[in-house]
């Protein structure tokens, strides 16, 4: 771990080294020797599928961001006013675009603010930093360049009263329940009691609407998902031949969820030297990249209650498509909270 502290007061940095991740590149073994092969979804964000992703965010057919970003307008000084003076800390924060809207209502009402952006891409993240910086002066920023569970156990204490941990953008349906189990965990351990959880979902709706999102005319998403294997070229010392792969996504009716998959267009073998690895794809095999689960309230409510974070309030767009949920850390027992 790395931390700069620049010449400005309001600017500190915090980038997490890969070699404290005694494990990298080892998912990607383990998910490539897989009869479905798998990659994590984690190595989609290099600086250049996180500008993929940007650009993904304003396609007509990718309703959540521009949802979200609807529910956020409309419902900023609300969850400021719920909260009270709070340091905004947010995982995968990208451009920090929708989290412009609510760092201006706890400006409006609280005049000083400390926020915590998280990303893996650091270029990315410290770019966004000083255009913020830039835009407000009143603020003050610690950037944090690394992965979740690197971001979660180093978090800086609260500057100005307590915490909101904000985790937008429908990136927690990445996760498959054991995952979202162990990422709620870890947000219950990052957070103190009586400090807040922001949290976006997409919802449950039609499968022509949910498929379009994840299929756009324009192919953002096909290059995106095409990106991962860029990544792990250029990481591991591999050879995946972009061209020989297409993208394929589709919603999963009993899973409730998107899958992406990248589909071998030919019988091949890839190699990634600097895992030592070698892998066969038959033509038609698939390497699957990620899943976007999509949510029922009921149940998510009932998730996030059994892992201490119970909601405190919840919003929706008008046609209930996507739902943004402002949940407080309980105490588990009385000795954390006597």
């Known amino acids: 771990m790395q931390i700069e502290q620049s010449s400005s007061s309001r600017l500190r940095w915090v980038t997490f080294s890969t070699e404290d991740l005694p494990s990298e590149g080892a998912d990607v073994v383990t998910g490539l020797k897989q009869t479905q092969k798998q990659l994590p979804a984690r190595y989609f964000y290099d600086d250049r599928g996180s500008a993929l992703f940007e650009q993904i965010c304003d396609l007509p057919e990718y309703y959540p961001t521009r949802t979200e970003a609807a529910i956020l307008e409309e419902r900023a000084l609300e969850i400021a006013q719920l909260?009270?003076?709070?340091?905004?800390?947010?995982?995968?924060?990208?451009?920090?675009?929708?989290?412009?809207?609510?760092?201006?209502?706890?400006?409006?009402?609280?005049?000083?603010?400390?926020?915590?952006?998280?990303?893996?891409?650091?270029?990315?993240?410290?770019?966004?930093?000083?255009?913020?910086?830039?835009q407000y002066p009143w603020l003050h920023l610690c950037g944090l360049a690394g992965t979740y569970e690197q971001a979660l156990a180093e978090l800086p204490p609260a500057?100005?009263?307590?915490?909101?941990?904000?985790?937008?953008?429908?990136?927690?349906g990445n996760f498959n329940e054991i995952e979202a189990d162990r990422f709620l965990l870890q947000i219950r351990q990052a957070l103190k009691p009586?400090?807040?959880?922001?949290?976006?979902?997409?919802?449950?709706?039609?499968?022509?609407?949910l498929e379009a999102a994840y299929n756009d005319a324009q192919g953002i998403t096909a290059e995106f998902n095409l990106n991962i294997l860029q990544h792990l070229n250029h990481q591991f010392s591999g050879n995946f031949d972009l061209a020989q792969f297409e993208h394929f996504a589709f919603f999963n009716r009993a899973e409730s969820q998107i899958e992406m998959h990248l589909r071998s267009l030919k019988n091949q073998t890839v190699r990634l030297d600097g895992l030592n690895l070698t892998?066969?794809?038959?033509?038609?095999?698939?390497?699957?990249?990620?899943?976007?689960?999509?949510?029922?309230?009921?149940t998510l409510t009932e998730q996030l209650e059994r892992c201490f974070l119970a909601p405190i309030k919840v919003w929706m767009d008008p046609n209930k498509w996507f739902g943004v949920l402002l949940c407080q850390r309980q105490c588990i027992n009385a000795q954390e909270c006597p």
């Open 83 to 134: 909260t009270g003076m709070s340091d905004l800390i947010e995982l995968g924060s990208g451009s920090s675009r929708k989290t412009r809207l609510l760092l201006e209502a706890y400006n409006r009402l609280y005049k000083t603010l400390q926020y915590c952006p998280i990303d893996v891409s650091a270029g990315l993240l410290r770019t966004t930093a000083l255009n913020l910086l830039q």
């Open 159 to 172: 500057k100005f009263g307590r915490r909101l941990l904000i985790f937008l953008g429908s990136t927690f």
């Open 194 to 209: 009586g400090e807040f959880f922001l949290l976006g979902v997409d919802l449950v709706k039609e499968i022509s609407v």
């Open 279 to 298: 892998i066969s794809l038959n033509a038609g095999e698939t390497i699957h990249t990620e899943i976007s689960r999509k949510f029922h309230l009921p």
